[in-house]
């Protein structure tokens, strides 16, 4: 039984939904392999090759899959599918988009964000927003999972010392073409992959005061700024920054709620988080029923004086 991770990559270095992805394949037992697919991704495989626990690095360079597109990254999972007991992918946009065709290709069923690995064919999944969790089993000669990220911890990326070996790339599939791409520049760490989170919900009152309340604070704690849904909304945050079950899942070790009230679409988004802190003039507010801290307060009052104080 071996399992086979898709990595999620740039190319020159893997993302790190990657080593999180691994973690879930070697608790499904067996030997865990990585297949990098994608154009001058030497980089991308090397650092496969070291994530503790990987056994082997299968690399697979094309122009077809430059862009990660994902009519051609399905076509290149299948070639070498049948080897496998299961096929892993992270649960982010790529990962979702690639996924579903391997799977309806093999005819098999997807196990969507799985959370836990009870067994080689048993699962855990988020369900109602969180507030279930739903125990899968799959009898599919082979299983193709979603993993969400923030259920597994990060695998070692050095220690490990895995063989590449070089796959044939596909041919272009044809069914879709790359027009183009706006990449968002951050100055601060991106919101998924960050160990702080600083986010603000409706009561900002205001794009201008969203920034001029909050980023002081995130720049004191080299935080992530995130927004609840009806702050993106309103239009005081993009939509980059939104958390929550339409948004982005996240489990930083610090995440600051302000003005948050706690609707159960966001905290299905970050309830994951190892320490929260909540800070809301509300005392019913449902956001105080998960904190680890909570601050009853208003919120342009008790963040400056938060700022003065770090």
Same mark, same amino acid.
């Given at each position: 039984?071996?399992?086979?991770?898709?990595?999620?990559?740039?190319?020159?270095?893997?993302?790190? %939904?990657?080593?999180?992805? /691994?973690?879930?394949? @070697?608790?499904?037992? +067996?030997?865990?392999?990585?297949?990098?697919?994608?154009?001058? $991704?030497?980089?991308?495989?090397? %650092?496969? %090759?070291?994530?503790?626990?990987?056994?082997?690095?299968?690399?697979?360079?094309?122009?077809?899959?430059? =862009?990660?597109?994902?009519?051609?990254?399905?076509?290149?999972?299948?070639?070498?599918?049948?080897?496998?007991?299961?096929?892993? *992918?992270? #649960?982010? #946009?790529?990962?979702?988009?690639?996924?579903?065709?391997?799977?309806?290709?093999?005819?098999?069923?997807?196990?969507?964000?799985?959370?836990?690995?009870?067994?080689?064919?048993?699962? =855990?999944?988020?369900?109602?927003?969180?507030?279930?969790?739903?125990?899968?089993?799959?009898? &599919?000669?082979?299983?193709?999972?979603?993993?969400?990220?923030?259920? *597994?911890?990060?695998?070692?990326?050095?220690?490990?010392?895995?063989?590449?070996?070089?796959?044939? #790339? /596909?041919? &272009?599939? +044809? @069914?879709?073409?790359?027009?183009?791409?706006?990449?968002?520049?951050?100055?601060?760490?991106?919101?998924?992959?960050?160990?702080?989170?600083?986010?603000?919900?409706?009561?900002?009152?205001?794009?201008?005061?969203?920034?001029?309340?909050?980023?002081?604070?995130?720049?004191?704690?080299?935080?992530?700024?995130?927004?609840?849904?009806?702050?993106?909304?309103? +239009?005081?945050?993009?939509?980059?920054?939104?958390?929550?079950?339409?948004?982005?899942?996240?489990?930083?070790?610090?995440?600051?709620?302000?003005?948050?009230? +706690? $609707?159960?679409?966001? @905290?299905?988004?970050? !309830?994951?988080?190892?320490?929260?802190?909540?800070?809301?003039?509300?005392?019913?507010?449902?956001?105080?029923?998960?904190?680890?801290?909570?601050?009853?307060?208003? @919120? *342009?009052?008790?963040?400056?004086?938060?700022? !003065?104080?770090?």
């Amino acid at each position: 039984m071996t399992s086979l991770v898709i990595a999620e990559h740039d190319h020159g270095t893997l993302k790190g %939904a990657t080593l999180n992805t /691994v973690t879930a394949a @070697l608790a499904c037992g +067996g030997d865990v392999h990585v297949l990098v697919a994608g154009h001058n $991704a030497g980089g991308a495989a090397a %650092a496969a %090759a070291k994530i503790a626990g990987v056994a082997k690095v299968l690399h697979a360079d094309g122009a077809s899959l430059a =862009e990660q597109l994902a009519e051609n990254v399905a076509a290149q999972v299948l070639v070498i599918a049948k080897n496998y007991s299961h096929l892993l *992918f992270p #649960a982010t #946009a790529h990962g979702k988009n690639v996924a579903p065709r391997v799977a309806a290709l093999l005819d098999v069923a997807q196990i969507s964000d799985a959370s836990k690995v009870v067994g080689t064919n048993t699962f =855990e999944r988020p369900i109602y927003a969180g507030n279930a969790i739903a125990t899968v089993q799959s009898s &599919d000669p082979i299983k193709v999972i979603t993993v969400r990220t923030t259920g *597994f911890d990060a695998a070692a990326a050095s220690g490990g010392s895995a063989a590449v070996e070089t796959l044939a #790339a /596909v041919a &272009d599939s +044809g @069914l879709s073409s790359f027009v183009g791409a706006e990449i968002a520049k951050l100055d601060r760490p991106e919101l998924t992959a960050a160990k702080i989170i600083v986010s603000g919900g409706r009561a900002m009152g205001s794009s201008e005061k969203f920034n001029e309340v909050l980023t002081p604070l995130a720049d004191k704690l080299g935080a992530a700024l995130g927004a609840s849904r009806a702050a993106v909304d309103a +239009g005081y945050a993009p939509n980059d920054w939104q958390v929550g079950q339409t948004g982005k899942i996240v489990a930083p070790q610090l995440y600051i709620a302000c003005g948050i009230s +706690g $609707a159960i679409q966001h @905290l299905a988004g970050m !309830k994951d988080s190892k320490v929260i802190v909540a800070i809301n003039k509300d005392p019913e507010a449902p956001i105080f029923s998960i904190a680890d801290y909570g601050l009853e307060a208003d @919120l *342009f009052t008790a963040v400056p004086e938060l700022v !003065k104080l770090l």
